[in-house]
T-cell receptor, first 111, second 112 residues
Framework: GENVEQHPSTLSVQEGDSAVIKCTYSDSASNYFPWYKQELGKGPQLIIDIRSNVGEKKDQRIAVTLNKTAKHFSLHITETQPEDSAVYFCAATDSWGKLQFGAGTQVVVTP | NAGVTQTPKFQVLKTGQSMTLQCAQDMNHNSMYWYRQDPGMGLRLIYYSASEGTTDKGEVPNGYNVSRLNKREFSLRLESAAPSQTSVYFC???????????FGPGTRLLVL
């Protein structure tokens, strides 16, 4: 089955700097890769997603890149702000179309 | 438009007790999911329902049962709770299998 690995597990950045989170997946049939942000005490919320026919997607300060050959995808947050502090999860669909999640990255943005 | 709602928000059970977690969505979505979230392990799929009238096992189904009551509602039942089922449970819904999943606020369950 699909296995998604996510690194790093914690990331501390200075406000205004960039943050990068990387994920790898194992199932070559995976074709949908969403990223979720989870604030304390709340459910995960989709922030951006990418499908396998696209290499990069950007939405304001957030961008995601996908390398299907290497089976890895990354989340980039530029000009980080304190409200970006949260846990971020990557995910990939398995052969049955179900999502497999990474273990999460705790991002802390310090003023 | 409330999205995905879950009840209760928090529950304490004794080992062996039973309970049902309720989930409802008002987005007319076909697919619904139950996940559990444990520290350092991300979200793991317990059961899902691809469409009304169907349910299938996910990655960690043991100790749980589900019912897709209608298109809006998908419940998760613990017949005999165990301390290993202490977790945060999230319900989610989507239009289809590879579409955006929308999550509820979660149910925090403590089994003593």
């Amino acid at each position: 089955g699909e296995n998604v690995e996510q690194h790093p597990s914690t990331l501390s950045v200075q406000e205004g700097d960039s943050a990068v989170i990387k994920c790898t997946y194992s199932d070559s049939a995976s074709n949908y890769f969403p990223w979720y942000k989870q604030e304390l005490g709340k459910g995960p919320q989709l922030i951006i997603d990418i499908r396998s026919n696209v290499g990069e997607k950007k939405d304001q300060r957030i961008a995601v890149t996908l390398n299907k050959t290497a089976k890895h995808f990354s989340l980039h947050i530029t000009e980080t702000q304190p409200e970006d502090s949260a846990v971020y999860f990557c995910a990939a669909t398995d052969s049955w179309g179900k999502l497999q999640f990474g273990a999460g990255t705790q991002v802390v943005v310090t003023p | 438009n409330a999205g995905v709602t879950q009840t209760p928000k928090f529950q304490v059970l004794k080992t062996g007790q039973s309970m049902t977690l309720q989930c409802a969505q008002d987005m007319n979505h076909n697919s619904m999911y139950w996940y559990r979230q444990d520290p350092g392990m991300g979200l793991r799929l317990i059961y899902y329902s691809a469409s009304e009238g169907t349910t299938d096992k996910g990655e960690v189904p043991n100790g749980y049962n589900v019912s897709r009551l209608n298109k809006r509602e998908f419940s998760l039942r613990l017949e005999s709770a165990a301390p290993s089922q202490t977790s945060v449970y999230f319900c989610a819904s989507s239009e289809g299998g590879q579409e955006t999943q929308y999550f509820g606020p979660g149910t925090r369950l403590l089994v003593l």
